[in-house]
């Protein structure tokens, strides 16, 4: 399969701390990867390293062929960053509009988007009056309005019903299925089951990169959250005694 | 930057903000420009509020500039503080929202190069600008027009020469003002800190020193050059009267020429800009 990105040994320091530590991956084209990993295991710091917004001690990452964050990548790659990024004074609709025109792009294009996210009805609401789950799908229109080739979604579907997080899965599955890269961070394990591919990432480490099927067999149980737990016990184990050997 | 000129153009017309400021400045143009000014002429035969104009020639003044020739000028007046200071805010405001609501961070990562995202919400601004300052004047030939036809005043046309230089001045002035907004903006990446120490400079720091210069003479070599001093200066060089004036405006002075303050408004407009710019262009997105 071809690949759309490609990390290599990429180190990350942030603050004083090396928070990436030598990880590489390969994301390939027209898929949705899932980026899982506990709480400050650098998930958005790779995101920000593949958008191209990171400062890398070393390593290199390339999008699409080109080294990221280069002139004419940007307009391929579009980010959603984890914090919700949309004026809260203007409307969701003003919003994508917004964002659409940065692309050259008009009205039914950002129309489209909002609906998409199933924010049709509060198309005409001000961002600052939605719900912290609708501002964050307002953010996420914005982010899919010029349909990029590349798509990085830093926790897109946190704070959705179960319903809409259903929803949404088969809209990424939908756009990879037309030729588009999605990148995907979660914390929730059961949403794992519908990428293509996983990226296992722990305290700046990749632990696992596999299929889902790959990893339920690689940790021998069905359950994702429990191949999961083991794969990390597994690595705790293997730390363990290589620390003891010393 | 076509494109990032069409989205911010599009932000600013749909945005509370831009309509509440530039109202504002509309209103506040009017009411100390025309209707102030013509209560206290009406009321000097007795009916009593401004008793300081018992003097005919005092009242005849106040009428002179309430002419529409001199619409021009009434234009530019109150612009160096009052009207300065709102579009810096409006400056502040549109750029520094983008950081607090984090889109600048998703924007520059989508455009080609961060520069065209600035400058076309500058290109924005400007044209928000001149669309403001030409209403602006319109209104206030308006209003002019109103009081002559009420005073039977004869009605004279300002000279073309006259109105396309009050309203270069205009510009000029206010777009300096809005140039420091978006570099404060800009440097404390934020709205709310930028307006504060905006205004805190703009209505007070520079009178202050002005107010110390008077005393200390050296502090004037300082204080000659600050742009509010410039934008005060070039007020007064197009013809309004000066703050020391019992009908003149705060922030019109006279102390350095018209030339010396054209110079300086268009020195400051491009550091600005260019700072802002700069200062994009190099520093790191965070988070
Ligand atoms: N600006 C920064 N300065 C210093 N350290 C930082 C900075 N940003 C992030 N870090 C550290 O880098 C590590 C990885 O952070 P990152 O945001 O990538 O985690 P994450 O996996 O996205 O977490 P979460 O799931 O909570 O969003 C964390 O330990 C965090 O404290
Ligand atoms: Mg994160």
């Not at chain 1, 080294?67 to 919003?95: F, I, K």
């Not at chain 1, 690689?218 to 794969?231: H, P």
């Not at chain 2, 509309?26 to 100390?32: D, E, K």
């Not at chain 2, 009434?74 to 009207?83: H, N």
Request: hydrophobic share 50%.
């Amino acid at each position: 399969m071809e690949t759309a990105i490609e990390v290599r040994d990429l180190v990350v320091v942030r603050g004083k701390r090396e928070v990436l530590h030598g990880i590489s991956a390969l994301i390939p084209r027209g898929s949705v990867t899932g980026l899982l990993g506990p709480s400050g295991s650098g998930k958005t710091t790779l995101m920000r390293a593949i958008v191209g917004v990171q400062i890398v001690k070393s390593g290199t990452v390339t999008v699409l062929g080109d080294p990221a964050g280069t002139a004419r990548l940007r307009r391929r790659v579009g980010y959603l960053t984890q914090a919700p990024s949309v004026y809260a004074d203007l409307t969701v609709r003003e919003n994508a509009r917004y964002f659409a025109s940065l692309y050259g792009l008009g009205a039914v294009e950002a129309d489209r988007a909002v609906v998409d996210v199933g924010l049709g009805d509060a198309a005409r609401q001000l961002v600052g009056t939605l719900s912290e789950g609708q501002r964050s799908r307002a953010s996420l229109a914005c982010a899919l309005v010029s349909n990029p080739d590349v798509l990085i979604l830093d926790e897109p579907t946190v704070g959705q019903d179960p319903v809409l997080r259903d929803e949404l899965w088969a809209r990424f599955n939908a756009l990879a299925a037309q030729g588009s890269t999605l990148l995907v961070s979660s914390h929730v394990m059961d949403e794992a089951g519908r990428c293509g591919q996983l990226l296992l990432i722990r305290e700046g480490r990749l632990i696992a990169e596999d299929t889902p099927d790959g990893i339920r067999a690689a940790a021998g149980v069905q359950d994702l959250d429990e191949a999961f737990l083991r794969l990390i016990r597994a690595q705790d184990r293997t730390a363990t005694t290589a620390d003891g050997g010393r | 930057m076509i494109a990032s000129l069409r989205a911010e153009l599009l932000r600013l017309r749909r945005w509370p903000v831009t309509w509440v400021l530039c109202g504002t400045w509309l209103v506040l143009n009017l009411a100390f420009g025309y209707l102030f000014n013509y209560l206290s002429y009406r009321s000097r035969d007795g009916s009593g509020f401004a008793e300081n104009i018992t003097d005919a020639a005092t009242a005849r003044v106040l009428l002179r500039h309430l002419m529409p020739d001199q619409a021009p000028i009434t234009l530019v007046a109150g612009l160096p503080m009052f009207g300065g200071a709102l579009l810096l805010i409006l400056g502040a405001i549109t750029v520094g929202s983008g950081y607090g609501w984090g889109t600048w961070k998703t924007i520059f990562t989508t455009r080609p190069r961060r520069h065209t995202a600035l400058g076309g919400t500058m290109a924005a601004l400007g044209i928000v600008l001149a669309g403001l300052i030409a209403v602006t004047f319109v209104l206030d030939l308006i209003a002019s027009f109103t009081v002559a036809a009420a005073e039977s005043q004869p009605t004279t046309w300002p000279s073309l020469a006259d109105s396309a230089q009050g309203f270069g001045a205009a510009l000029l002035i206010s777009a300096m003002w809005m140039a420091a907004g978006v570099l404060l903006g800009t440097l404390t990446r934020g709205p709310a800190l930028a307006v504060g120490l905006g205004l805190v400079w703009s209505l007070v720091v520079e009178n202050l020193l002005r107010g110390v210069a008077g005393l200390l003479g050296p502090v004037a070599n300082v204080t000659d050059v600050l742009p509010g001093t410039a934008a005060g200066s070039l007020a007064g060089a197009v013809g309004a009267l000066t703050q020391s004036d019992p009908n003149g405006t705060p922030g019109v002075t006279a102390v350095i020429g018209g030339t010396a303050a054209t110079i300086l408004l268009g020195a400051y407009l491009v550091l600005f800009l260019a700072g802002s710019l700069t200062l994009t262009a190099r520093r790191d997105v965070t988070t």
